[in-house]
C-alpha cells in the first residue's frame, strides 16, 4: 500500500501560548520545542517574534539549536514583524493574512486589492531575506472561496512555499472542510495545510477531513491548547492518522506521545481532563467489572489500540462497578494473593463504602484487604507531637516529635506555608530522606470552614509509588496523617 506522508505543524508554543494565562519561559519553550523535534515533527511555530523581547529571545534560542524541524515565527504581512523574525534567525514565517470581508474591512480597514496588495508585499519581502513562506489565510473558511483562491496564487506566484488554510472560528463541519480542501486543491500546486480551532469540539475531524480533501500538512499544539475552545489535538490527530486512516502516515514516533503531553501540561499549568482521548487519566484506565474482565481475557474487547502503542500503561481501578476479575489483578500487582471468599468478601466490602459515594483508593483496598486476610501491621512510625507556628508576618514553622521503631526523635522545619512546614519537619528524619512526594491532592469533604478535610497523596521511593490519605478537620494534621501514612506503608511492603 502507497502512504501518503502527512507533515505536522506544531503551533502548541505560538497558538497554544495564546491559551489565556499562559506565558512559558525561554527554559521551557525549549525544552519543549526540544521534544517536539525529538519525536519527529516537522515544522515548530515558536512564537511571535512582534510580541515581545522575552519571544523573540526564546524564538532565537531554538532556532540555533540546529534541529532537524523547520524552525518559524508567526508574522502578520507587515515589514516590522518580518524584521523582527529575521533577527530571530529563524528558517521561516508563517505569514497570517486575513482573507474574509469581515477581516479586511472591520478589522483591517482597508479593500480586497489592498490586502491582495499587502500580501504580496510581504512575500515579496520575505524571499528577498531568503525566508520560508508559509502563507496563512486567517478566516479563510468565512472567506469568499474565489477570492481566497485568488489571494493564495497571487502569493504563490511571488514565491509562497506552502499556504494554510485557517478555519480561524471553527465553524467548518466535516462536509464542509472536505468540499473546501477538495476545491482549492484542483488548481492549487503548493502544500495545503489546515488549521483548525475547536470552537464546535469538530477541530480534529474537521483535519482529517481536510487531509481527505487534499490536504498534505495540519497544525495541531500538544493536548489541543490555544485560544478559546483550543486547536486540533495533535494526539487525537496523529494517532487517528495513525489507526484510522490506513493509508495516510506521519513521521511521529507516536509511543512518545504520553511524555510531551506531561510535558506540555505541567510546563503550561493546563491541565487535561481525564476523559481526553489517549491521554487523559481514564483512557485506558478501567473499572466495571465486565469490561475489566474482557480486557483480562482479551484486551481487544474494550481497547481499540494498547496503551503502550502511545507509551501508557493500563490501569485497573477499583471502585462500585468492579468485578472479580479485576480485583484479583489488582490484588496480585499489589502483591497479595487470597482465596475465592476472601476475594468475594474484598469485592463486597469496597462496594459498601462505594454506596456510601466514597471515592474508593488504594488505601482504602489495603485497609480493607489488610482486614480481610486479617493481616495485623505495627506501623513503624508514629507522630506523638505536632505543634505549629504561623501567621501573616512570621515564616511559617513546625516542629514534631516522632517514634521510629523504639527511637524518638525530635525535629523542626520551616516551609512556605503551615502544611509545608509540617512535611519539611517530618521529612528530617533519615528514614524519610529518600521518599518523594509526587502527588498532593486536597478537599472540603462538607461545605463550611468546619469541613473535615480530605487529603490523598502519592509517595515514590525507588520505583514503588503507594497513595495514602488522611482525614482530619484540620488540613495540616490531615497532610501529616497522610504522609506518615504513606511512608509506613512504603517501609513495611
Ligand atoms: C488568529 C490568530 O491567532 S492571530 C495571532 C494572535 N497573536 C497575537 O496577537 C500575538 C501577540 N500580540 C501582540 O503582542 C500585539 O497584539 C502586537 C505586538 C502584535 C500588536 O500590538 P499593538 O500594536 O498594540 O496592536 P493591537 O494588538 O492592539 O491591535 C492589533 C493591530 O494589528 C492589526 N492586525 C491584526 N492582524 C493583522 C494582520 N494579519 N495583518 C496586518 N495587520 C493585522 C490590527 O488591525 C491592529 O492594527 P491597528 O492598530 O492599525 O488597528
Ligand atoms: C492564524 C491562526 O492562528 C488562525 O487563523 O487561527
Redesign the pocket.
Known amino acids: 500500500m502507497i502512504f501518503l506522508n502527512i507533515k505536522v505543524f506544531d503551533t502548541t508554543l505560538r497558538?497554544g501560548e495564546?491559551t489565556p494565562g499562559v506565558s512559558l519561559t525561554q527554559q521551557e519553550k525549549l525544552r519543549i520545542a526540544t521534544k517536539l523535534d525529538e519525536i519527529g515533527i516537522d515544522y515548530i511555530e515558536a512564537g511571535?517574534a512582534?510580541?515581545s523581547k522575552g519571544e523573540r529571545k526564546s524564538i532565537k534560542g531554538i532556532a540555533q539549536q540546529g534541529f532537524n524541524a523547520e524552525i518559524l515565527s508567526?508574522s502578520?504581512?507587515?515589514s516590522v514583524d518580518i524584521d523582527y523574525c529575521l533577527e530571530c534567525d529563524v528558517d521561516g514565517v508563517n505569514l497570517?493574512?486575513?482573507t474574509s470581508d469581515l477581516h479586511i474591512s472591520d478589522?483591517?480597514k482597508i479593500t480586497r486589492d489592498e490586502l491582495i496588495q499587502l500580501s504580496n508585499n510581504a512575500v515579496d519581502y520575505c524571499k528577498d531575506h531568503g525566508l520560508i513562506v508559509e502563507l496563512s489565510a486567517?478566516d479563510a473558511s468565512r472567506s469568499d472561496t474565489d477570492f481566497l483562491k485568488s489571494v493564495y496564487l497571487s502569493a504563490i506566484n511571488h514565491g509562497a512555499d506552502r499556504i494554510c488554510v485557517c478555519d480561524?472560528v471553527g465553524i467548518l463541519t466535516p462536509d464542509s472542510s472536505f468540499e473546501l480542501f477538495d476545491k482549492l486543491n484542483e488548481d492549487i500546486n503548493v502544500p495545503i495545510a489546515a488549521h483548525c480551532h475547536n470552537d464546535f469540539g469538530l477541530a480534529v475531524a474537521n483535519t482529517l477531513s481536510a487531509l481527505k480533501g487534499g490536504a498534505t500538512e495540519f497544525h495541531s499544539t500538544i493536548n489541543g491548547i490555544g485560544?478559546r475552545a483550543g486547536n486540533t489535538s495533535f494526539e487525537e490527530c496523529v494517532v487517528s492518522i495513525d489507526r484510522l486512516l490506513t493509508n495516510f502516515s506521519t513521521n511521529v514516533n507516536i509511543h512518545e506521545i504520553y511524555d510531551i503531553s506531561k510535558l506540555v501540561a505541567r510546563s503550561t499549568g493546563v491541565y487535561i481532563q481525564p476523559n481526553k482521548a489517549i491521554v487523559g487519566e481514564n483512557a485506558f484506565a478501567h473499572e466495571s467489572g465486565i469490561h475489566s474482565d474482557g480486557i483480562i481475557k482479551n484486551s481487544a474487547t474494550y481497547e481499540p489500540m494498547t496503551p503502550e502503542l502511545v507509551g501508557r500503561k493500563r490501569k485497573f481501578v477499583i471502585g462500585k462497578h468492579m468485578g472479580t476479575h479485576g480485583l484479583e489483578n489488582r490484588l496480585k500487582e499489589i502483591g497479595l494473593s487470597v482465596n475465592k471468599t476472601q476475594l468475594q468478601q474484598i469485592c463486597n466490602d469496597i462496594k459498601e463504602l462505594a454506596d456510601k459515594g466514597k471515592t474508593v483508593t488504594d488505601v482504602d483496598l489495603h485497609v480493607i484487604a489488610d482486614n480481610v486476610l486479617e493481616i495485623n501491621h505495627e506501623d513503624r512510625i508514629k507522630l506523638d507531637e505536632l505543634t505549629i507556628v504561623s501567621g501573616n508576618k512570621i515564616m511559617p514553622t513546625a516542629s514534631v516529635k516522632i517514634t521510629f521503631d523504639d527511637e524518638e526523635i525530635l525535629n523542626a522545619g520551616v516551609g512556605l506555608g503551615p502544611v509545608d512546614a509540617a512535611i519539611n519537619a517530618v521529612k528530617t528524619v533519615d528514614a524519610f530522606s529518600d521518599v518523594e512526594l509526587i502527588e498532593y491532592h486536597v478537599d472540603a469533604i462538607t461545605g463550611g470552614t468546619d469541613a473535615f478535610i480530605d487529603v490523598i497523596i502519592k509517595l515514590q521511593k525507588g520505583d514503588k509509588v503507594v497513595s495514602a490519605r488522611g482525614t482530619e478537620p484540620d488540613i495540616i494534621n490531615a497532610s501529616v496523617k497522610a504522609y506518615i501514612s504513606g511512608v509506613n506503608r512504603l517501609l513495611r511492603d
Do not use: A, C, G, W
Open positions: 497558538d495564546q511571535s512582534i510580541t508567526f502578520r504581512p507587515l497570517v493574512v486575513p478589522k483591517l486567517e480561524t485560544e
